[in-house]
C-alpha cells in the first residue's frame, strides 16, 4: 500500500516520472488536474466561495494537520503565510530525497491557478531549505507585497536567521509555475 | 545518527495527514486517463521497485521479521488504520480490518479509482521480489488479506478477480 506517512516522498517522486514520461508539460498537467482540480477541491470550494476567509479555513486545517510551523496573518484585503519550516519540503531534506529538481514548484503549480479561478494574484517566494512566504491579493488590487516586517511583524520569515539562501525563487503578481525569476 | 525505525523514510510526527490520500487516489486517476491500464501498473511496478527499494534491502536482510516489523510500523503512522500483522514459518500475513484510505476517501465524498486496491498488489509485489518473496492480496474495497510468502512456498498465481472493485 502506498501511505500518507511517506506521502511528500513519492508524491516528489512521482513528478520524476511524470517528467520522464512527458516532460516538464506532463508535470504541469499533473498538478492542474490532479491535484487543483481533483484531489484539492475541497481548497476551490471554499476559496473561489468564500475568497479570503475560505483560505483561513483551508490553511487552518491542512498546516493544522500537516504539523506546519508556520504563522498566518490576514486582512479582508490580503491573505499572508509565513512558512518557517515546510513541514512538505522538510520531510524531503530530512530524508535526502530529491528525485525531481525542483519540488517547492508544486505549490504554485496547483494553488496558482485555483488562484486565477479564485480572481487572486500570488506575491510569492522560496528558498528550497524549507521557508517560504505568500501573500495574495484580488487581482484588481495593485498593492506591492509588504516589505520585510510591515505585514506579519517578527514573524515574517524574511527576517530570520535562515532565510538567506543561494537560491531564491520569486513570484511576482503570478497564477503559473512558471512565472518566476530566480534570485542569488 | 542511528536509523532504528523499520520505516526507510520517517517524519517528525507520528501519524500522516489523511488528506493527501485525496492525492494518492488523484494521481492514480491522472495516470490511468492518460496512459491507461498498463501505465498505471507501470507506475505502481516502478514506485515499488524503485522509490521503495530501500525496503525491498531491508527484506533481503532481515528476512520475515523485518517484513512484519515494517507492516507494524507502517500501519501506525497511517491514520485511522487497523491491522493485525502475523509473522508466520514462511510468511507474513497483514489482515487490514480498517483500510485508512478508502476510509478517508469515502468519508471526504471521493470518488474512487475502482482498481484503487490493486496497488497494494503491484507495489507491494514489486517491493517483495527482490527480497524473494511474492504477494497475495484478496478482499478490498475496506478491508482485505495481504499475504507475503517466501517464493518457495507459493505456487499459486495471484488471481486479480480476489480483489475488489474499490468504491
Given at each position: 500500500m502506498i501511505g500518507c506517512y511517506d506521502f511528500c516522498g513519492h508524491y516528489e517522486w512521482t513528478f520524476g516520472w511524470l517528467e520522464q514520461l512527458g516532460g516538464?508539460?506532463?508535470v504541469r498537467d499533473y498538478w492542474l488536474e490532479a491535484i487543483s482540480e481533483d484531489s484539492q477541491r475541497h481548497a476551490a470550494d471554499l476559496i473561489v466561495n468564500q475568497g479570503i476567509e475560505g483560505m483561513r479555513k483551508y490553511w487552518q486545517h491542512t498546516l493544522e494537520e500537516e504539523a506546519a510551523d508556520h504563522v498566518m496573518t490576514s486582512t479582508d484585503e490580503v491573505y499572508?503565510?509565513?512558512m518557517h519550516q515546510c513541514p512538505s519540503k522538510g520531510f524531503l531534506i530530512k530524508n535526502g530525497l530529491d528525485q525531481y529538481h525542483d519540488y517547492c514548484d508544486h505549490c504554485m503549480?496547483?494553488?496558482g491557478p485555483l488562484m486565477k479561478k479564485a480572481g487572486f494574484v500570488v506575491d510569492h517566494e522560496h528558498n528550497h531549505?524549507?521557508?517560504?512566504?505568500w501573500e495574495i491579493r484580488a487581482t484588481d488590487d495593485l498593492t506591492p507585497p509588504s516589505q520585510?516586517?510591515?505585514?506579519?511583524?517578527?514573524?515574517?520569515?524574511?527576517?530570520?536567521?535562515n532565510w538567506k539562501s543561494n537560491l531564491t525563487d520569486h513570484y511576482d503578481r503570478a497564477t503559473d509555475p512558471d512565472d518566476k525569476t530566480t534570485l542569488p | 545518527m542511528i536509523h532504528t525505525s523499520p520505516l526507510p523514510y520517517t517524519d517528525t510526527k507520528p501519524v500522516g495527514a489523511a488528506d493527501f490520500y485525496t492525492a494518492i487516489n488523484a494521481t492514480f486517476r491522472f495516470i490511468i486517463n492518460r496512459f491507461g491500464r498498463d501505465g498505471l501498473l507501470r507506475y505502481w511496478q516502478q514506485l515499488g521497485s524503485r522509490y521503495y527499494a530501500?525496503?525491498?534491502?531491508q527484506w533481503s536482510k532481515g528476512g520475515l521479521q523485518s517484513v512484519a516489523d515494517y507492516w507494524r510500523a507502517f500501519f501506525d503512522a497511517e491514520p485511522g488504520a487497523e491491522a493485525e500483522v502475523s509473522l508466520l514459518?514462511?510468511?507474513?500475513c497483514v489482515r487490514v480490518t480498517t483500510c485508512p484510505a478508502i476510509q478517508h476517501l469515502r468519508?471526504?465524498?471521493r470518488e474512487i479509482v475502482p482498481t484503487f486496491c490493486q496497488q497494494c498488489y503491484f507495489v507491494s509485489e514489486a517491493m517483495a521480489e527482490p527480497a524473494g518473496l511474492t504477494v497475495r492480496v484478496k478482499g478490498g474495497n475496506g478491508s482485505c488479506v495481504q499475504r507475503f510468502i517466501k517464493r518457495s512456498a507459493c505456487s499459486e498465481a495471484q488471481n486479480m478477480e480476489d480483489i475488489a472493485s474499490a468504491s
Open positions: 516538464h508539460e506532463l499572508r503565510i509565513d503549480g496547483w494553488i531549505c524549507g521557508q517560504c512566504w520585510p516586517g510591515n505585514l506579519s511583524g517578527k514573524s515574517d520569515v524574511r527576517l530570520m536567521p | 530501500p525496503v525491498s534491502q514459518a514462511n510468511e507474513v468519508a471526504q465524498g
